[in-house]
């Protein structure tokens, strides 16, 4: 069971450190955290807190201070990045013999030292991934399924393991956790590929992923030989994010543990984002009563994003409800302010794309570099327009955890049908496009359910809206839109060493960027449109608070109010966004009407309170520079001066008086002070029409009412 990491010959020696230089890096809390032993702890993280810095200094200052004896901690965290990074940095701080690595690897180390003695004779090989296993459990059970439910089939079976489900438990367990049927097969129908795909690997000698937890579960459970010797190599154990552990996961640790509470975990319950594949924020949020001596330390130091973007993330967390607002960390940003985030509708989904690529060429314009963009969204069939727009502009670009748009399965399929389809002359393009795609999965409307399945009717469906881009020009053939369908695929060979990211919420997490683009914040995507239940939409809420957490320097939130030019912008908004904006046509039933009318986008800038200083302000508020409840700036004499004006007017004309103009663009005046009819246009609630008929005589009394004149 020792581990022989020891710095090799060729390696640098990291420099030494003492104890108080590691305290002396560290802010008060993750001090706290590092000085802390002798008891469970759980630290409550907030995104860009320093969580990892906390972590790794805490193991250095204990091994440091003798409190710690570096060989018998074990640092768990759930990615082999983030093992292989904070083994760099314990190495950097003198600590090169910790180790730390994912669950799985850890498991399997020791799953490999003791499996002789328990069984006997080497490990079974494990399974690279779990496809060729269950679909020919599936093939055996006579069940037809396509590479689409095989994924989604997967993905449950995962679930189930890591739930610690026998195949006879599951049905009653996907009832009550209200798991739908998976591919179109019902929970009895599951139970039996469960069944059927532990006879494949029995019958293949080999285990999967989850078997390794699982075996050493079984192991540490059953031979008090082992237990004894694993509980005597690890003392000390660190868990990183856990607020993502499963069942599975968290029974390993306490078998670890054994009547030890010496424990540190890391986590914040507001990043939860894998319930559907197991997860349980549970195990974090109720960490104090499962160890009863347990301390809890909350950093809520943000040091990556700027006042400006922490304000917006705090803003969206303000309307979670149940666990995820009871324990929520407010953070605060120790950065110099930055621009505010924005804002911006599109008329349609193509203006989105073409927006956002064209704010992002004019930043490589100015010296940014394409690789410190990033363009996050909900699914992975949204990234089609984007890379589109990016080629379109000679921007590299790179898509995370997915391929290639024209590189998807479902999409090579579809051009192999459309390239046939081009050869029957007098084709509707638009039409018969729907009607080749439906034949492979795709409807009008899209599927209520999760996985593969939308991902793919996702991305045939960006195929549809393309085709409808391309078909809406004069004269197109079904021959002109292959065409053309071809070489845009042969622009995606665009270099991606120094490319903009491109990747949906869930690839994105733990990273970060110093711009960040938020696309498609709609509802029905915002949260997404299978999101049902109040738990499941509350997930949806976190995914979109872990987005805007990921920019450090420059964020915006975008979304259109059609899918296709021209169509009916029946979007609204996404929900989230409430409380942050108040979004000018929030009554309307057709959002971005005014922009779609006009062919121009409409964008909505943040601001922050000229008076407080503190929170961002809706547009409605920015007529007034302040927040609603906060004192006016303006001279009392000259705000009862235009006030009297307007009262001469409205009487005048005989019309109300706020019909002249209303109190909140009085004030705005009064505090602006505007000395040219530019000035007086610039001034929320006058547009070309009053400046027209009031701006002259507004000067006059302006010019009047200043000092010294």
């Not at 608070?545 to 975008?558: E, K, M, N, Q």
Request: charged letters at 25%; one cysteine or more.
């Amino acid at each position: 069971m020792t581990d022989p990491a020891q710095p090799s010959a060729l390696q640098t020696p990291a420099p030494p450190v003492d104890a108080e230089s590691i305290l002396a890096a560290l802010d008060p809390e993750q001090r706290e955290v590092a000085r802390t032993f002798g008891s469970p702890i759980c630290v409550l993280a907030g995104a860009g807190t320093g969580k990892t810095r906390a972590l790794t200094h805490r193991i250095a200052y204990g091994v440091l201070t003798g409190q710690l004896n570096p060989r018998h901690v074990l640092a768990v965290t759930f990615t082999a990045k983030a093992a292989a990074e904070m083994r760099a940095r314990l190495r950097d701080l003198g600590v090169p013999a910790v180790q730390a690595r994912t669950f799985h690897a850890a498991a399997l180390r020791q799953l490999r030292h003791f499996w002789p003695r328990v069984v006997g004779g080497p490990v079974p090989e494990i399974m690279a991934n779990k496809f060729a296993g269950i679909g020919e459990a599936c093939q055996r059970l006579h069940m037809s399924v396509d590479r689409a439910a095989l994924r989604d089939i997967v993905s449950e079976v995962e679930w189930s393991r890591v739930a610690m489900l026998t195949p006879e438990a599951y049905p009653e367990a996907a009832e009550a956790a209200k798991r739908p049927g998976v591919a179109g097969f019902d929970a009895r129908s599951i139970s039996r590929i469960l069944t059927q795909y532990e006879e494949v690997k029995k019958e293949r000698g080999v285990i999967d992923f989850e078997d390794v937890l699982l075996h050493l579960v079984g192991f540490l459970t059953e031979r008090a030989d082992v237990a004894r010797e694993v509980r005597g190599q690890y003392k000390h154990f660190v868990v990183d994010e856990y607020q993502d552990v499963s069942a599975l996961q968290h029974t390993l640790l306490r078998l670890w543990l054994g009547t030890s509470d010496d424990v540190c975990v890391v986590g914040d319950a507001a990043q939860t984002i894998y319930t559907f594949a197991g997860a349980r924020a549970s195990y974090l949020l109720d960490f104090p009563k499962e160890f009863k001596r347990a301390r809890t330390i909350r950093l809520e130091r943000n040091y990556r994003s700027t006042p400006q973007i922490v304000r917006m993330a705090n803003t969206v967390l303000d309307g979670a409800r149940g666990r995820t607002r009871d324990h929520r960390l407010t953070l605060v940003s120790q950065r110099d302010a930055g621009p505010p985030p924005i804002v911006e509708t599109f008329p349609d989904d193509p203006a989105e794309a073409d927006g956002i690529a064209d704010r992002i060429a004019a930043l490589v314009a100015e010296g940014r570099s394409a690789a410190e963009i990033a363009i996050l969204f909900r699914t992975n069939g949204q990234s089609e327009a984007f890379e589109q727009a990016l080629t379109a502009r000679g921007i590299g670009y790179l898509v995370r955890g997915g391929d290639r748009y024209f590189e998807r399965q479902e999409v090579r399929r579809a051009m192999v049908s459309l390239r046939a389809a081009a050869r029957v002359e007098q084709l509707d393009p638009a039409r018969a496009v729907r009607d080749v795609l439906s034949q492979q999965g795709w409807s009008e409307k899209a599927p209520e359910t999760t996985g593969a399945i939308r991902d793919r009717w996702d991305s045939l469906n960006a195929l549809v809206g393309l085709t409808d881009t391309v078909s809406a020009r004069p004269g197109t053939t079904m021959a002109d839109l292959v065409r053309e369908l071809e070489e845009r695929a042969e622009a995606q060979s665009a270099p991606v060493v120094d490319g903009v990211t491109l990747a949906s919420v869930h690839a994105a997490k733990g990273l970060e960027w110093p711009v960040v683009y938020v696309v498609g914040a709609s509802d029905g995507l915002l949260p997404i449109s299978m999101a049902k239940t109040a738990a499941e939409v509350e997930e949806e809420r976190r995914l979109f608070y872990v987005a805007l957490t990921r920019a450090r320097d420059l964020l915006t939130v975008s979304w259109s109010a059609a899918r296709t030019p021209g169509a009916r912008g029946s979007r609204k908004a996404s929900r989230f966004l409430d409380g942050v904006l108040e979004h000018p046509d929030a009554q309307e039933s057709r959002p971005g009407a005014d922009a779609r009318r006009t062919g121009r986008r409409s964008a909505t800038v943040y601001a922050e309170c000229r008076v407080c200083g503190q929170g961002l302000i809706s547009p409605r508020e920015q007529r007034l520079g302040r927040h609603q409840g906060c004192p006016s700036t303006a001279d009392a004499a000259l705000l009862d001066a235009l006030k009297g004006w307007r009262l001469d007017q409205a009487q005048a004309n005989g019309a109300p008086a706020f019909s002249i103009l209303t109190d909140a663009a009085l004030e705005a005046i009064a505090e602006r002070g505007p000395r040219t009819e530019q000035e007086l246009l610039a001034v929320p609630g006058i547009g070309p029409g009053k400046a027209e008929r009031f701006g002259t005589a507004l000067l006059e009394l302006l010019a009047d009412h200043r000092p010294n004149q």
